[in-house]
């Protein structure tokens, strides 16, 4: 199978693409730069004839609802938390510091783009194993990658798009190093100054996720091709309602006030607000209609 390589440099400008043996392609052949690439294989049902329409129907009536209501929630949510005492925590103030220590980094020098290649690469090769299938190439550089697979699904082409792998490695080896020291005990400073490593976790999930949001609104703004596998609209869709209940889920995790349980009671109380609404607008088209 033929694959083609991706040439970028560390902060994603494009130069030259090349091809077999690394040789340089004549001048104006020149491709957008994507920081991955499926299988060719994979791209074939985009390639095709389209995705159909049962795609795009998904998105427009579960999707586009499902993440609206999820943005009110979220935002009512966070709301609360902040006029109550979600903004003296450590873990609001570390994780805050992280995502902008991260943007700072992100904007300001290089971009470590083969850490996000890995990453991206890494995912859609997990996700093709748990769901069964078989990796049989694993390329990645600093110029870009791609992974070739025997299976491919809405979960393993979308994946890496909301699955922050770096801060899913960090949460366990957390919990590890807690169960052998206390993450909470306060060390002392010079000045009478004190740090609890517990900190350092939350300062190093805002890092990690900050790299996952950023990079993931880069590239999806370079024409990524697992986007086109099931419709850029209905992977746009999902990969926005995904992220957004994880960020539901990092507040009831970081909020005193907020649990799982009432952002859920919340999100249901949108949720019949928006299908009263659409069953009115129903029986309104119906009863003009007859």
Same mark, same amino acid.
């Given at each position: ?17 090349? !091809? ?23 791209? %074939?049902?985009?390639?095709?004839? *389209?995705? *159909? ?5 998904? !998105? ?11 943005? %009110?929630?979220?935002?009512? *949510? ?65 110029? *870009? ?50 740090? %609890? ?92 209609? !007859?």
């Amino acid at each position: 199978m033929a694959r083609r390589s991706q040439h970028f440099d560390s902060r994603g400008e494009l130069v030259a693409r090349r !091809g077999p043996g690394n040789r340089r392609l004549p001048r104006g052949k020149r491709e957008e730069v994507l920081a991955s690439r499926t299988a060719a294989a994979l791209l %074939r049902p985009s390639r095709e004839g *389209g995705v *159909g329409w049962v795609y795009p129907a998904v !998105g427009w009536l579960v999707l586009v609802p499902g993440s609206w209501i999820t943005t %009110r929630a979220l935002a009512s *949510g966070f709301l609360d938390s902040m006029g109550q005492s979600l903004w003296q925590t450590a873990a609001f103030w570390f994780f805050g510091l992280g995502l902008l220590l991260w943007s700072i980094l992100f904007w300001c020098l290089p971009r470590p783009v083969w850490l996000y290649v890995w990453a991206h690469e890494m995912t859609h090769a997990i996700f093709t194993i748990l769901c069964g299938g078989r990796v049989s190439y694993f390329h990645v550089t600093a110029q *870009g990658g791609h992974v070739l697979t025997d299976k491919n699904n809405v979960l393993i082409a979308l994946s890496p798009y909301f699955v922050p792998l770096y801060a899913v490695i960090l949460v366990p080896l957390c919990l590890l190093v807690g169960t052998f020291y206390d993450l909470t005990q306060r060390i002392g400073l010079p000045g009478g100054f004190g740090f %609890r490593p517990l900190w350092g976790v939350f300062l190093l999930m805002g890092v990690s996720w900050g790299f996952h949001a950023t990079f993931t609104l880069w590239m999806m703004g370079k024409d990524q091709p697992d986007l086109r596998i099931h419709g850029v609209f209905f992977s746009t869709a999902l990969i926005y309602l995904v992220n957004a209940l994880l960020l539901a889920l990092l507040l009831t995790g970081a909020s005193p006030e907020l649990s799982a349980g009432d952002f859920w009671r919340s999100w249901w109380g949108y949720a019949e607000g928006v299908g009263g609404a659409i069953g009115a607008a129903v029986k309104g088209v119906w009863a003009a209609v !007859g």
